[in-house]
Every structure is written in C-alpha cells, then in structure tokens.
C-alpha cells in the first residue's frame, strides 16, 4: 500500500422514481391493475458536487459530500470511480407489484469499477496484489440517523487473486500439453 491512506471508499448513490398511473385509473379495481405505478432505481449523476462517488471517509462507516476525494484537499482530488453500463438504466432487476398500488424493488444490480492505481496518493488507497485489505460495507441513509446496515469487514487477500490467475493458466497451458500429447 503506497501513501498514508488509511480509509478509502466509494459511495454508490441511487434515486428511486415512483410514477403512480393517472389518477383516473385508480377508480376501479380492473382499472388499478391495468395501469400499475412503476418504479425505478437508477444511480445519481457522478459528476455533480455532492453526488460523486470517490470518497476518502475519516472512518470505515462515514460517508456524505463532505468526503468527497474532489473536495477534500487544497489541490483536490479525483473522481475515479465510473459506472458500469448507463447511468440512465434502471438498476432494479425484480419488482414485486404487492396490490395494484403498491410496488416494491426486492432486487438491485448495477456495477461500479475503479483502477487499482489512480495515481491519486493523497485520497486514494493505491491497490496492489501483495497486500490484505479490510473491506467494509453498508447499505442505507450515509449518516448517523442508524438507517443503514452495516456489515462486518472482511479481510481479502489481493494475493489470491494474482497467484489463482497463475495457477489456473499455468494448469490450463498444462491440460493442453497433455491432450496434445494424447492426440497423436
């Protein structure tokens, strides 16, 4: 780990708009269930003060604006993390319609990536394969109202993902060798 980063994070910040049908549809029970609200989860503008998700928290469980790697330091930081696909598209994968006016998100999917090497040494931690890192997550409100859920931090060794990759092609490089010896 290069630096004096102690935490890192990002902050996936999502929005949910819920869109009930004309009010002239909800008059009758067969009018509500031909014209259900609809509901969508999508994730909140990256690039706009406030909303970006680089953060370099004081704490494993801090999170806000006011953490944001772009604000914090006199040269100010980067923004590293990019979204995965659109940033339009609705993140929820399963929708449970609970009455004709009632509707529920149960499954959300969506994907966030950051380079392990952002060059940013003041609020980011710089990644590398031969260190263990304490990761922490939680999902909800990202301040001290205690609606959020908070996981417990797990350790994940980045070694393992390098020498599994070596492993893996070194035996496939191996099982070809030994079908190609077969073969003839």
Known sequence: MQGTVTYDGLEAKIYSTLTPPASTSWYTPAAM??????????YADNLTAGNRFDIHPGNANSGGADTEDLTLTAVGGSNDIDI?????????????????????????????????????????????????????????????????????????????????????????????????AFVF
């Open 33 to 42: 269930a031909a014209a259900p609200p609809t509901l969508t989860m999508k």
């Open 84 to 180: 995965v696909g659109t940033a339009g598209d609705d993140l929820c994968t399963e929708k449970w319609y609970l009455s004709p006016t009632a509707i529920a998100c149960v499954e959300m999917k969506g994907s966030l990536k950051r380079k392990r090497n952002t060059g940013d040494v003041l609020d980011d931690i710089i990644l590398d394969y031969t260190s263990k890192y304490q990761v922490h997550a939680q999902i909800g409100r990202m301040d001290d109202s205690g609606e959020q859920l908070k996981f417990a931090a797990q350790e994940v060794d980045f070694n393992q993902f390098f020498s599994g990759a070596f492993e893996m092609s070194t035996s496939i490089a191996l099982a070809s060798t030994l079908v190609y």
